[in-house]
């Protein structure tokens, strides 16, 4: 039997997400069931990245086992079973990182971070080129918010494009290139964040956990190589130990911004002074 989940006319907006147990992906009768079944993990549990990311029917058995224990089987489940692809679940999970990373991250840096604090689009020593100015031959630079919002304008623009994906419910195997270039262009919003807007930076993760979302999604399916993301591991606690497996940044560490050396991929370390 198909789930329907909607707001009845006169409902207060307290009511309109009463999610208290996840449903099972084939339950969602919707042409965008991993849309849907994506939102309601997050509103179940926004902190808990590592199911939000984890594709339905591999590492989330045990959620939907739960949530289906009181109305199915175990064999019903099975029969009703839904093959996610990959890629999809790559777009959709992309789709929603750009869709979230509005509020509550950017709300807050457009307090802070303006053209006069921040002329230049930098995480430490690195500087960005904004691809909204010239081409790639000889791209411009932007001050830090404009460069924010441009990628996030442009990584919107593709992921709604027709050309580049032409249906959601199949991801030709030519645009899968475009996850790696999306998930690297999107990291700098958060690398910009922690190193010269720390405080806006925890604080919007305590809400949202989304650097933390964007970290599990790149390490478990390889999307941005470990050179580049430049927010220092040790700067992310493993939330285990507090939050069954999550992850969320270990605020108050003095970490220093990311240098050039320290990026290179062979440091030459025989010489001492």
Not at 80 to 102: F, G, H, M, P
Not at 212 to 232: G, N, S
């Amino acid at each position: 039997m198909a789930l329907v989940q909607r707001p009845l006319r006169g409902s207060r907006i307290s009511t309109f997400y009463p999610v208290k147990n996840l449903p099972s992906l084939s339950s969602l009768d919707s042409a965008f069931q991993l849309q849907e079944y994506i939102s309601l993990l997050i509103r179940l549990d926004v902190h808990d990245v590592d199911a939000i990311v984890s594709i339905p029917g591999r590492a989330g058995k045990q959620k939907e086992k739960e949530s289906n224990k009181e109305g199915e089987s175990a064999d019903d489940t099975k029969d009703k079973a839904v093959n996610v692809d990959e890629a999809c679940w790559k777009y959709e999970q992309l789709r929603r990182l750009a869709q979230d990373l509005s509020h509550p991250l950017i709300t807050m840096l457009q307090q802070v971070c303006t053209r006069t604090t921040c002329p230049k689009m930098k995480a430490g020593e690195w500087l960005y080129l904004c691809v909204a100015h010239g081409n790639d031959v000889a791209m411009e630079q932007c001050c830090a918010i404009d460069y924010i919002l441009h990628t996030l304008d442009s990584a919107t623009a593709l992921l709604n494009s027709p050309r580049a994906f032409p249906s959601r419910l199949q991801i030709p195997p030519a645009s899968h290139r475009h996850f790696t270039s999306l998930a690297r262009r999107l990291g700098r919003i958060f690398a910009h964040a922690y190193f010269h807007h720390r405080e806006e930076f925890e604080q919007a993760e305590a809400e949202s956990s989304l650097y933390a979302r964007f970290l599990a999604l790149t390490e478990k399916f390889d999307l941005v190589p470990a050179d580049f993301l430049v927010i220092p591991p040790r700067a992310v606690a493993s939330s285990s130990e507090e939050r069954s497996g999550s992850m969320v940044p270990a605020v108050g560490l003095d970490v220093p911004p990311p240098t050039l050396l320290g990026a290179s991929l062979h440091v030459d370390t025989s010489s001492s002074s």
